[in-house]
C-alpha cells in the first residue's frame, strides 16, 4: 500500500489512485483542477472560487473552518487535502478518523512548490505537477530585486486592523517583489494600533481585497494615520494564494512596483 508524506509529517496509505478528492483550501482545489483532476474533485468548501465554472457544479462541505460532516460522509472520500493554517485542527482531526487526510503548511515559495509536487504525486499527476512548479520557480527567479526594497505594510484585516507579520507567506511574497515589511518583526498576524502604525513609517500600506475587502473608501483612514503613504489595493489572491494561481503572482507583482512608482 503507498505510503505519502504530507507536510506536517504525517503518513498517510492510499490503496489505489484516489477517485474521490475533497478539498478544503481554495487555492488548493484550483491546483486541483489545473493538474486535471476535474472529474476526481467532489468536495470543495464554499470559498473555492476558482476555477469559477468547474466549482460550481460540485459540492460544497461548508467553510474552511466550519466541515459539514454529514455531506462529507455521503461523498465517501478516498482522500481529503487541507492546510495546517487556514482549516481547524479538531475538524481534521476527526476526519483524519475516518479518510486519508493530507495537509500541507506552507510558510515560503519553496514550501508552495513543494506541496505542488507532492499533491501531484499524492493524485497521480506528478508530471503536471512539475511542469506547474518548474515554470512558477522560473517566474519568481526571473523577479528583479532592487537594492532598496520599499518600506511596506500589508493588512489583512479591520476593526481590529491586523497585518501581515514574520513567518507568514504574504511576507515571503513581499520580500520576493521588492518590498520591506516594516513588521517583519512581529507575530505572524499581529494587531496594529494607531501610533504603532505611524511610528513604522511605512513608504505604501497594502490594503488586501481578503479576507478583509478593502476598498478605495477605507484609504482615508490610513492617509491619515501615515500621510506621507502611498495606499493601494491589492489582489489578496496573488499574495496568499499558494497553489498554481502562483504563477501569476510575479506579473503582477511587478504592475505593482510599476504603479507605486508613477
Known amino acids: 500500500m503507498p505510503t505519502f508524506t504530507d507536510q506536517l509529517q504525517n503518513a498517510i496509505f492510499l490503496a489505489e489512485k484516489p477517485k474521490r478528492i475533497i478539498s478544503l483550501v481554495p487555492s488548493q482545489t484550483e491546483l486541483l ?3 486535471g483532476l476535474e ?9 473555492c472560487i476558482h476555477p469559477s465554472e468547474k466549482v460550481k457544479p460540485k459540492t460544497k462541505i461548508g467553510g474552511t473552518k466550519n466541515f459539514n460532516f454529514k455531506v462529507i460522509d455521503e461523498l465517501q472520500p478516498d482522500l481529503i487535502i487541507g492546510n495546517k493554517e487556514e482549516n481547524y485542527q479538531e475538524g481534521i482531526e476527526k476526519l483524519a478518523e475516518k479518510y486519508p487526510v493530507w495537509m500541507s503548511d506552507i510558510f515560503t515559495l519553496e514550501d ?3 506541496m505542488i509536487r507532492k499533491v501531484g504525486e499524492l493524485t497521480g499527476k506528478a508530471e ?4 506547474i512548479a518548474s515554470k512558477t520557480a522560473t517566474a519568481f527567479a526571473q523577479l528583479p530585486q ?3 526594497k520599499i518600506q511596506a505594510a500589508y493588512f489583512i484585516w479591520k476593526n481590529p486592523y491586523m497585518a501581515a507579520g514574520s513567518n507568514t507567506f504574504i511576507n515571503d511574497m513581499l520580500q520576493r517583489c521588492g518590498f520591506e515589511n516594516v513588521f517583519a518583526h512581529a507575530e505572524r498576524y499581529p494587531e496594529i494600533g494607531i501610533e504603532l502604525l505611524h511610528k513604522s513609517r511605512p513608504e505604501v500600506i497594502l490594503l488586501s ?11 482615508q483612514e490610513f492617509q491619515q ?3 506621507e503613504a502611498k495606499v493601494m489595493i491589492v489582489d489578496g489572491e496573488m499574495f496568499s494564494w499558494y497553489g498554481s494561481r502562483l504563477f501569476k503572482a510575479p506579473e503582477y507583482f511587478l504592475k505593482l512596483l510599476a504603479a507605486f512608482r508613477k
Do not use: M, R, W
Open 33 to 35: 483542477f489545473d493538474l
Open 225 to 227: 494615520i501615515c500621510p
Open 39 to 47: 472529474n476526481e474533485v467532489v468536495g470543495v468548501t464554499k470559498f
Open 112 to 114: 508552495s512548490l513543494d
Open 146 to 148: 532592487p537594492k532598496n
Open 209 to 219: 481585497s481578503e479576507p478583509y475587502p478593502f476598498q478605495e473608501k477605507h484609504f
Open 128 to 131: 503536471n505537477a512539475i511542469e
